[in-house]
């Protein structure tokens, strides 16, 4: 993914907007009153959906996002996400209110809208747009889950996880330094404990994140270096080290501890 890297995530998430709204502001046109599951969405949200994006409700805009692709009529359904891709980037962004990204992004897949196969122009401008939001997960200081939940959506939409951690690796700067020994601590330490795993993404296998973290070692010896009383750094040098020896990890399971507690076996 040999994209330039912008220096400054948020201005990238700006500009992906804006080409987003340029590009999808042409897309097709419903030929007929949508279709779905009036259970679970009635008829009257339905004809929301079928009217003007810009007119539809955050949470009605969620529930399409979130419901199962196979409660709508299944040649609509790309369409539809077509239709509200530049209301869909604004709810997963930074002032958004997406809830579960893997979910939401994962629709996005073959047995979904299958995004792989959307128009050119458009795929660049949402692809542009993930990359902006990764940028901006790996330096704001989030939770390594959430990354873990982002990443995975974005995979599972775009077929595949390896030009998405190239990418990660190719972020410059001292707060994506930061930013990635935080996540190859965290995931280095899930997968000794065998706990990495996607939620949604029921074809995804961790083993590429696993292959992924040992070409990182060099960028977190260089931070460790730099900051030798960061512990993050020092544990995840010793995690990447328990990993490439196929040993058990150097930290107690932390679900155990209040039983060991319980029978005074940390005293």
Known sequence: MSEYVDPDPYAMWQRS????DRVFASSPVLDRPVGGCTYCTPESELRVLGGPPDAVPDDLLGHFMREVPSHWDADQYPLLWRRLMPRALRYWGPQGRGVDAAAERGHLGEQGANFVDWPAPERAAVEQAFRA????AL???REPVEMTDLI???AH?????????EYLA???GPAADAGLVRLVCDWAIDLLWEELRFSWWYDGDPRVIADWLPTQRARVTAFAARHPHCKTAADALIALDRLQAGDYSAWLYPYGIERLLGAGLMN
Do not use: K
């Open 17 to 20: 907007l804006v080409e987003a």
């Open 133 to 136: 939001l990764l940028a901006i």
């Open 139 to 141: 330096v704001d200081g």
């Open 152 to 154: 995975e959506g974005i």
């Open 157 to 165: 939409a775009t077929g595949g996880m390896e030009p998405w951690l």
């Open 170 to 172: 190719g972020l410059p």
